[in-house]
């Protein structure tokens, strides 16, 4: 099955400065991979997600890349802000089983202003 | 983005006692999901909630301590079953919609059993 590993488990960045959350998956038929961000006492919102047909996807502050044949994929989040803190969730389908996601450990990011 | 709400949005139960907890989706969710959130952990699937029909359900989850009802395309109930201190968690529904990988997550229900 697939398995879903997340790098590192706590992140502290200054304002302004960048944060790189980075996730590891097992299986190769896995072809979408969202990111959640899930504030404190609210369920997980999805912030951006890519599909396997393209490395690299942008939203304002916010980017991932796909790395297909090194099966990671990674958030980057560019001039934080004390509101980016929170803990952020990575997701890879179980190809196999009709793609329901298996989440990784979570990362707790925190900005400091 | 589709719309779950879930209602209790919290609650303090006995042990020994069960909990329903609700989730509503908006039409775009043709899929259901049920999670638990531990304190401090990530996401577990619980089960797949299937329209007019039994969940299914992941491996070690049963039917008997987590019954699931979806009897229309919108809503779906979840029961936490005889409840123990172990059960204090976060319950989360979560939709997808048809044809898409995108999936939604309502606001989560804070259980706590004393």
């Known amino acids: 099955g697939e398995n879903v590993e997340q790098h590192p488990s706590t992140l502290s960045v200054q304002e302004g400065d960048s944060a790189v959350i980075k996730c590891t998956y097992s299986d190769s038929a896995s072809n979408y991979f969202p990111w959640y961000k899930q504030e404190l006492g609210k369920g997980p919102q999805l912030i951006i997600d890519i599909r396997s047909n393209v490395g690299e996807k942008k939203d304002q502050r916010i980017a991932v890349t796909l790395n297909k044949t090194a099966k990671h994929f990674s958030l980057h989040i560019t001039e934080t802000q004390p509101e980016d803190s929170a803990v952020y969730f990575c997701a890879a389908p179980k190809a196999e089983y009709g793609n329901k996601l298996v989440f990784g450990a979570g990362t707790i990011l925190r900005v400091k202003s | 983005s589709a719309v779950i709400s879930q209602k209790p949005s919290r609650d303090i139960c006995q042990r020994g006692t069960s909990l329903t907890i609700q989730c509503q989706v908006d039409?775009?969710?043709?899929?259901m999901f049920w999670y638990r959130q531990q304190p401090g952990q990530s996401l577990t699937l619980i089960a797949t909630?299937?329209?007019?029909?039994?969940?299914?359900?992941e491996s070690g989850f049963v039917i008997d301590k987590f019954p699931i009802s979806r009897p229309n395309l919108t809503f779906s109930t979840l029961t936490v079953s005889n409840m123990s201190p172990e059960d204090s968690s976060i319950y989360l529904c979560?939709?997808?919609?048809?044809?898409?990988?995108?999936?939604?997550f309502g606001p989560g229900t804070r259980l706590t059993v004393l």
């Open positions: 979560s939709g997808r919609g048809a044809g898409t990988d995108t999936q939604y």
């Open positions: 909630a299937n329209q007019g029909s039994e969940a299914t359900y």
């Open positions: 039409s775009q969710v043709t899929m």
